[in-house]
């Protein structure tokens, strides 16, 4: 569902427009009421992949919503009394301070390895993938553990354990690009935003 897709990339918008000077307050107001404008105006029917990707369209898309409001000079306002997106689900910690076009891209970045790590956790918590998932997590998630300090902790070989590694990061990969290869425009290098991505949340 639309909504669903709009939720998912709900703090991309977010942290854009917190980057364009408004309060929290304020950018939790305009994203929802970009979210009526988008939906009312059924922008999304207009995406053709042969021309640009998902993330361009809602970036261009929230930067031309911003301008028309302030240039209006209205208080934004809400749209109706329906919460597309339930605040209280969102991580709304504050973000560094940055140009809003690398803070949404950065957001986005961060959505699509959260995504991805769900959809991983999901195949080994139905047993279609077997092994310690939290072991690849404690490893990634740790910048001091090592090898044999995590292989201990998990009751296993560190030869065992890095096959295992191996084997799960190659899915995590498949999966983080077949995320991004659902927004790209036709044509498009999964590989190459994959890159920027890394390069961006490493900055």
């Known amino acids: 569902m639309l909504?669903?897709?709009?939720?998912t990339y709900w703090l991309p918008l977010y942290?854009?427009?917190?980057n364009r000077g408004l309060?929290?307050?304020?950018?939790q107001d305009a994203v929802q009421g970009f979210f009526t404008d988008f939906l009312e105006r059924d922008v999304i029917d207009r995406l053709d992949p042969e021309r640009g990707s998902l993330r361009g369209l809602l970036k261009t898309s929230i930067r031309n919503y911003i301008n028309r409001e302030r240039q209006r000079q209205q208080t934004i306002k809400r749209g109706g009394t329906t919460r597309i997106v339930q605040i209280?689900?969102?991580?709304?910690?504050?973000a560094k301070a940055e140009d809003p076009e690398t803070a949404f891209d950065r957001a986005w970045a961060e959505t699509v390895f959260e995504r991805a790590s769900q959809r991983l956790q999901a195949e080994f918590a139905t047993g279609?993938?077997?092994g310690p998932i939290t072991a690849f997590l404690d490893y990634f998630q740790s910048d001091a553990l090592d090898y044999r300090v995590c292989a201990e902790r998990h009751d296993m070989t560190v030869t065992g354990l890095k096959s295992f590694m191996h084997r799960t990061r190659k899915r995590y990969r498949s999966l983080l690009l077949e995320e991004i290869g659902d927004t790209l425009a036709k044509g498009s290098d999964?590989?190459?935003?994959l890159h920027y991505f890394v390069d961006l949340l490493q900055r």
């Open 88 to 94: 209280g689900e969102m991580d709304l910690a504050d």
């Open 128 to 130: 279609r993938r077997r």
């Open 23 to 27: 309060d929290r307050d304020a950018a």
């Open 190 to 193: 999964p590989e190459a935003e």
């Open 15 to 18: 942290r854009y427009v917190c």
């Open 3 to 7: 909504s669903d897709l709009l939720t």
